[in-house]
């Protein structure tokens, strides 16, 4: 080969080899181009195919609630509002029902329409819409029932407007239920029609009403002077026995009973304002036999509770069973000891075998053990070979919540002294350890350690929990506690009648005071407080009860004597109540 023919074969490798990587760079390019193009096309397909699919509808479910008592709510009702998404509210009065949701509910505000019921019932039926468009299992709750007197036709109208669906769930319409908690049967035997008139917005025509027949006036506060005149005008006597209702179902229900000539006076005397249920006819006769709901034994009194906020619960139940208000101020803030050494000290003890009893004389004891067995990684597994003692019957239930059944409760006197007296003396043959483990509060009595080691034990005293007096309530209610406001307090141990005192003040000598047990009527009485019922056993249920006995006899005492039956801060003494 010449080094002609070499330089042009080189040269012709070279354009062979530049030609073929222009040709791999423009493949490439080709590609890219592609590639682009596609990823390009594909979301737009994919954006196309997702605008012509219809998002989900949520679905609406309407629930009436009754009227004002929270206990009307139905078992239906309470099983949809636990699997609701979201539940649109018409206010405050609804919040008691949120209870039943889970955790994370959205809570829409319903309450804020305004106008005339048409324009207050179309936002309210388009926030619905809006809320069903979001959400996938919407509550709408309303007072009543959805459809009676109520705006839930209209609202679910819109939703099959809207493509939503919808369930019903039927509620204690105020029809019934305020009339029933008057003590009124809308029908007995010779009174069986019934005819109810809603004056809210329209005139109606009242000619047409037969007088013998028994009505429910609903809306028709504002307009009782003209509904009373035509309702004579149209053939019903004078005489007609009337009754209004306002905050029905409710412990503050007040009832006013008249005839169709004296209601709008008797009304105004006895300074009655709000919307009533009024109930028309002569079945209201029947109201001084069948009332109920207003004498109970604690109806409308207001009652102070000071305790801890965690374990108030119980007591203002019961309470609201006997148709009282009860009212909740924490006095007492439970915290950790300050030095946990001790209680780890302890249950490391127990865990080895050091006790041969563990004595719990509180609900909160048996919680802060459990906490610090908790904290080990222990459980009742620990308690093993050990005998267990509780102070009373709500202890042993805490207790038996942990799955152990206590060896000792008290057979008399639930207290420390009572368990004393049922506690058995050491004995060196039975008893191979002498050692008694007592977790209780930092400023718990002296009681049950002294009466054990007279008995031949050894006792470790420890601190599980501190007793912390809370910070003092508004000026509002210090002052309510003071001027007598309040009508009865209600004292659960030593410490809340201290605590009280210190942050609050004595209460006023008119307030009834009930007490849980003998411990706490004396912390009562050296505090200069007369107690006027006492738990029969240390229980809040017990406690609730006794206040109950106790107010019977005061109503029935003022009945059998001709008197207006008063609660306690109607009727107050000038002095200071003295033991």
């Not at 080899?17 to 390009?40: G, I, L, N, P």
């Not at 609630?65 to 609804?94: I, K, M, S």
């Not at 959400?135 to 959805?146: E, F, H, I, S, Y």
């Not at 009648?497 to 005071?513: D, E």
Request: hydrophobic content about 40%.
């Amino acid at each position: 080969m010449t080094p002609a023919q070499g330089t042009s074969t080189t040269a012709h490798k070279k354009a062979q080899s530049t030609a073929h990587r222009t040709s791999r760079k423009t493949t490439r390019a080709k590609a890219d181009v592609s590639a682009k193009t596609a990823a390009t096309a594909v979301p737009q397909k994919a954006a196309t195919s997702t605008a012509k699919q219809t998002k989900p509808l949520g679905h609406v479910t309407f629930v009436g609630v009754g009227p004002g008592d929270p206990a009307l709510l139905t078992l239906a009702g309470r099983d949809v509002l636990a699997n609701a998404d979201a539940v649109v509210v018409e206010g405050p009065e609804h919040d008691a029902f949120l209870t039943y949701c889970r955790p994370g509910v959205e809570v829409v505000d319903g309450s804020g329409a305004e106008g005339s019921r048409a324009l207050r019932v179309a936002a309210r039926a388009r926030l619905v819409v809006k809320t069903a468009k979001s959400a996938a299992n919407v509550v709408r709750l309303l007072t009543g029932d959805p459809f009676t007197f109520s705006s839930g036709a209209e609202e679910a109208a819109a939703c099959k407007k809207a493509g939503i669906g919808f369930n019903v769930v039927p509620g204690v319409s105020e029809v019934s239920a305020v009339p029933t908690y008057a003590g009124i049967p809308l029908t007995m035997k010779g009174d069986r029609e019934v005819t109810v008139v809603d004056l809210a917005e329209n005139k109606l025509d009242l000619t047409r009403l037969q007088p013998k027949q028994t009505l429910v006036l609903l809306n028709a506060s504002e307009v009782l002077k003209d509904t009373v005149a035509a309702l004579v005008e149209a053939g019903f006597d004078a005489s007609t026995p009337v009754a209004a209702t306002v905050c029905g179902t409710t412990t503050s229900q007040t009832s006013v009973v008249g005839t169709l000539e004296t209601i709008v006076t008797d009304l105004r005397a006895a300074k009655v304002t709000g919307e009533a249920v009024i109930v028309v006819g002569a079945v209201v006769e029947q109201r001084e036999a069948l009332s109920w709901f207003e004498t109970k034994p604690l109806f409308g009194w207001r009652i102070l509770v000071p305790r801890t906020k965690d374990q108030a619960g119980p007591l203002m139940d019961r309470l609201r069973r006997y148709g009282a208000m009860p009212e909740e101020v924490p006095t007492i803030s439970v915290e950790p000891p300050r030095n946990p050494q001790q209680m780890d000290k302890a249950i490391r003890g127990l865990v080895e075998g050091r006790y041969e009893w563990v004595a719990f004389t509180s609900v909160n004891a048996v919680k802060a053990v459990r906490e610090k067995f908790d904290e080990y990684g222990l459980d009742a597994r620990a308690f093993s070979g050990l005998k267990i003692a509780a102070v009373g019957d709500k202890t042993a239930e805490a207790i038996g919540a942990w799955g152990i059944r206590p060896d000792l409760v008290p057979s008399g006197e639930q207290s420390a002294a009572g368990l004393v007296e049922d506690w058995p003396p050491f004995d060196e043959v039975l008893d191979p350890i002498n050692r008694v483990f007592l977790p209780r509060a930092d400023i718990a009595t002296e009681t049950l350690v002294a009466g054990l080691t007279d008995l031949g034990w050894e006792v470790d005293d420890v601190t599980a929990y501190r007793t912390v007096r809370a910070a003092p309530p508004p000026a509002p209610t210090r002052e309510a506690i003071k001027s007598g406001k309040f009508d009865a307090v209600v004292f659960t141990s030593s410490s809340t009648v201290r605590n009280l005192v210190g942050i609050a003040g004595k209460p006023h000598a008119s307030t009834v005071i009930g007490v849980i047990g003998p411990a706490t009527l004396k912390t009562a009485e050296e505090h200069g407080l007369r107690v006027d019922a006492m738990a029969e056993t240390p229980s809040v249920e017990e406690l609730a009860d006794a206040l109950a006995r106790f107010g019977a006899d005061r109503r029935d005492t003022m009945v059998e004597a001709g008197e207006p039956v008063t609660r306690p801060s109607e009727r107050r003494s000038g002095s200071r109540r003295k033991s």
